[in-house]
């Protein structure tokens, strides 16, 4: 097939599957197809079905796709002419559109009418890292969400800054309380002894304030535990 008969067909090709996303929402469709319309945006020239089927081989899934870190996204494509750095931030930028999204629909929310999705949002965030990380969400006097922020990397038994760093951020925004997480990279949602210790603390630290601390809640990819709900808080 010539170029331009190759250009001819791509282009066709791309029109039938805009026409069937916009029938459909990607209901029925397989990862890769949902992968290969994505990078339509970002690769206009180029038949991205065989660079999203690569992907989804490489990963294993269009989730492990979006939760690869930039060096490994680089890497999968750097044999592939025209799939560069440009492509790579696209990816990126899917994951944390789709995150920066659960954040607003918690906005619009109190946390007692979004739980659900207060715990998704934290699973989008930090479930998914293989780093252990703490999430702070803070809340006004009406259980409107006010932000979140991540207040630190690393072994949340260890840390001394968290009950502080937590108070302080607190007193910034004049939250009246707070949902604090974090994530088990090894996977299982269950509390160690020493999350239990350092829940302790944090709620002492906030109750000197004046602020209420609602929940914590571990995460993975997969799954929560929440204190509160399981009679910890």
């Known amino acids: 097939m010539e170029e331009n008969e190759i250009k001819k067909y791509t282009a066709g090709h791309r029109e039938r599957l805009k026409e069937k996303f916009l029938k459909t929402n990607f209901d029925g469709w397989h990862e890769y ?35 690869a870190d930039y060096n490994e996204l680089h890497t999968a494509l750097k044999d592939i002419k025209g799939a560069g ?23 619009e929310k109190d946390f007692f009418s979004c ?39 690393g072994t949340v038994g260890r840390s001394a800054i968290y009950p502080g760093e ?3 951020q607190a007193l910034i925004l004049n939250s009246r309380s707070v949902i604090i997480s974090h994530n088990h990279p ?3 949602c269950k509390p160690s002894e020493k999350d239990i210790v350092a829940t302790k603390l944090v709620n002492n630290a906030l109750d000197l304030i004046d602020v209420v601390l609602l929940d914590h809640i571990i995460v993975t990819a997969d799954g929560s535990y929440s204190f509160k709900e399981n009679g910890l808080l």
Do not use: Q
Request: proline share 2%; charged share 30%.
């Open 33 to 67: 197809e949902i992968l290969e319309f994505a990078l339509f945006f970002v690769l206009p020239y180029k038949d991205t079905k065989p660079i999203a089927k690569k992907l989804i081989e490489k990963f294993g899934s269009l989730k492990e796709i979006l939760n």
């Open 85 to 107: 750095k440009h492509t790579v931030t696209f990816l990126s930028f899917l994951k944390y559109f789709s995150i920066k999204y659960s954040e607003l629909k918690i906005k």
């Open 115 to 153: 739980s659900d999705d207060v715990s998704k949002f934290l699973r989008n965030l930090i479930g998914t890292s293989e780093k252990e990380k703490m999430c702070a969400v803070f809340m006004n006097s009406s259980g409107d969400v006010l932000g979140h922020k991540i207040i630190s990397e």
């Open 166 to 168: 937590i108070a302080r």
């Open 186 to 188: 090894g996977g299982g």
